[in-house]
C-alpha cells in the first residue's frame, strides 16, 4: 500500500509544480520572480501583467490542487490519507517547483483547492473566517497561515488519522517557511496592507515611509515589467 501513496505523492507534486504565472511570464520574456513580491503566484502575476492574467493563474492554481486531491480521494485505498497526502504534496510543488530551482508561489491557491476537494462546506467556513480575519487585522498574509495552521486541526477533530495529520502538518511548515519574509516586514511596516485594493495611494505612502527608495519602486511592478 505504501506504493499507492508514493505514486500519489509524486503525481500530486508534479501537478503543483505547472505554475502559470512563472509560465506566462517567461512567454513575455522576463521572470515574475524579479518583479514585485518575487512570488511566483497568482497575486503578484495580477500585478505584474494585469487582472484577467492574474486571475487566470489564481483560478488555474485553485483547480489543480482540486482535481488531483479529488482524484488521490476516489483511487487511494485510504481516502483520508490520500487526502493528506495528495494536499501536501501538491502545496509542496507548488512552493518547491523541481524546474524552478525550487522557488515557487506561496501556496495559499492550492490550500484553497485542497480545502474545496476535502469538504466544500468546509472550505466556505474557512472562507468567510478568513475574510472576517483578513478585514480585522488588514493583512492578507494571515489568510495562508492561519489556513494551514486550521486545516490540519479540522481534519484531525472531524475524524482523520493522525498520520494524515501529521503529513498535513508538512504543508502548515513550508506555508510558514514561505512567508517568513512577510512576517518580518510586518514588524518592520513594510507589509503592503489589504485595504491597498481600494487606498493605493494612501497605502504606497505608508509603506514607503518605512522602505528605502529602490524597495518602494518595486511596488510598483507595472511600470517596470514587459508587457
Known amino acids: 500500500m505504501i506504493i499507492y501513496y508514493l505514486v500519489c505523492a509524486l503525481m500530486s507534486y508534479l501537478v503543483g509544480t505547472i505554475n502559470p504565472s512563472y509560465l506566462i511570464s517567461r512567454l ?35 483547480l489543480k490542487a482540486f482535481f488531483i486531491v479529488k482524484m488521490s480521494m476516489n483511487l487511494m485505498p485510504d481516502p483520508a ?8 504534496f501538491v502545496i509542496l510543488g507548488h512552493i518547491f517547483p523541481f524546474y524552478m530551482n525550487f522557488k515557487g508561489g506561496k501556496g495559499l491557491a492550492c490550500l484553497g ?37 486550521a486545516y490540519p486541526i479540522v481534519y484531525y477533530l472531524r475524524g482523520g488519522p493522525v498520520i494524515g495529520t501529521a503529513i498535513l502538518f508538512l504543508s502548515t511548515a513550508a506555508i510558514l517557511y514561505k512567508h517568513r519574509e512577510n512576517l518580518k516586514r510586518i514588524r518592520a511596516g513594510r ?24 524597495e518602494y519602486d518595486k511596488l510598483q511592478v507595472k511600470k517596470n515589467v514587459k508587457r
Open 113 to 149: 483547492g485542497s480545502l474545496l476537494a476535502y469538504s466544500f462546506t468546509v472550505a466556505m467556513i474557512f472562507l468567510f473566517v478568513e475574510i472576517v480575519i483578513v478585514l480585522i487585522v488588514n493583512y492578507m498574509v494571515v489568510v495562508p497561515i492561519s489556513g494551514s495552521i
Open 191 to 214: 507589509e503592503v496592507h489589504f485595504s491597498y485594493l481600494w487606498k493605493k495611494e494612501k497605502e504606497l505612502e505608508r509603506v514607503k515611509n518605512n522602505m528605502g527608495d529602490e
Open 81 to 88: 490519507i490520500g487526502m493528506a497526502v495528495s494536499s501536501t
Open 28 to 62: 513575455k520574456h522576463f521572470d515574475i520572480r524579479d518583479a514585485g513580491s518575487k512570488n511566483a503566484g497568482g497575486t503578484n502575476a495580477l500585478m505584474a501583467m494585469g487582472g484577467k492574467i492574474g486571475a487566470f493563474c489564481m483560478i488555474f492554481d485553485v
